[in-house]
């Protein structure tokens, strides 16, 4: 099977306090290859994270089918999504979400249930092929906001998943910072192999992508205002 991604007739919406129901979401078809890197784009609030979520199983579809290599994620226990996700997926996000009191490093193990000598080693190996050899035993207010990203970066591969799903991982970053880790996270992914799929609503950053999932053409709630 080819496919790492396959969604059907998804559909994501919230009840508010007054019992009132608004649908934000509903993907009729999605297929994803593995190896492909998308970025996923589209106007604030029409879904993106949503979508991003929902395939990462932190979010729960309302209803539908979501295959993520080749397991139902809609018929995991919570329990096993987390077991799911620590396995299988890497998440990069805006704001980094590194742990202040720790190292670089460890930050990194983390992400890994039991640090090893040979994970170790290939920390060493993430910290220079992205460019942050010496930084190993910084801490994150010693490091540039961009130099922070790419430890998120190595945190989220530490463990070789095979997908790599990454929302507006350059929103807070300058210009000049944001092109150059896109630059490493989309040569990474591609010389690893590793599918990606990146939120972002900047379209110079989407346009790097060998592909671009525009949220208003896969979300008919943007099509059609409601759906049914
Ligand atoms: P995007 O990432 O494209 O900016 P989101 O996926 O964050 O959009 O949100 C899509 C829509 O879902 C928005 O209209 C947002 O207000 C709504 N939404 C998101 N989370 C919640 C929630 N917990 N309760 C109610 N509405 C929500």
New binding site residues.
């Given amino acids: 099977m080819n496919e790492i991604i396959t969604l059907s007739d998804v559909k994501k919406s919230?009840t508010?306090s007054n019992h009132e129901v608004?649908n934000?979401?509903h993907v009729e078809e999605m297929r994803i290859h593995k190896g492909e890197q998308f970025s996923l784009t589209?106007?604030?609030?029409?879904?993106?994270?949503?979508?991003l979520h929902i395939i990462g199983g932190v979010l729960e579809a309302s209803s539908g089918e979501v295959i993520v290599h080749g397991t139902h994620l809609e018929k995991l226990s919570m329990q096993q999504k987390d077991a799911f996700r620590a396995n299988n997926i890497g998440y990069v996000f805006q704001d980094f979400h590194l742990i202040p009191s720790l190292t670089a490093t460890e930050n990194v193990q983390l992400a890994l249930n039991k640090p090893s000598a040979a994970s170790l080693k290939s920390i060493g190996e993430w910290f220079h092929r992205v460019d942050l050899s010496g930084k190993q035993t910084a801490y994150p207010h010693e490091l540039s906001r961009g130099q922070q990203q790419r430890v998120a970066f190595i945190r989220a591969l530490i463990h070789q998943p095979k997908l790599l799903l990454a929302d507006e991982p350059t929103g807070s970053l300058d210009v000049k910072t944001a092109s150059d880790i896109m630059e490493l996270l989309l040569h990474v992914c591609i010389e690893q192999q590793i599918t990606l799929l990146c939120?972002t609503h900047d379209m110079a950053v989407a346009s790097r992508f060998p592909h671009t999932i525009e949220?208003q053409q896969f979300n008919r709630t943007m099509q059609q205002g409601v759906y049914e």
Avoid: R
Wanted: proline share 6%; hydrophobic share 30%; glycine share 18%.
């Fill in positions: 919230y508010d608004t934000v979401l589209g106007p604030s609030g029409c879904g993106k994270s949503t979508l939120v949220m």
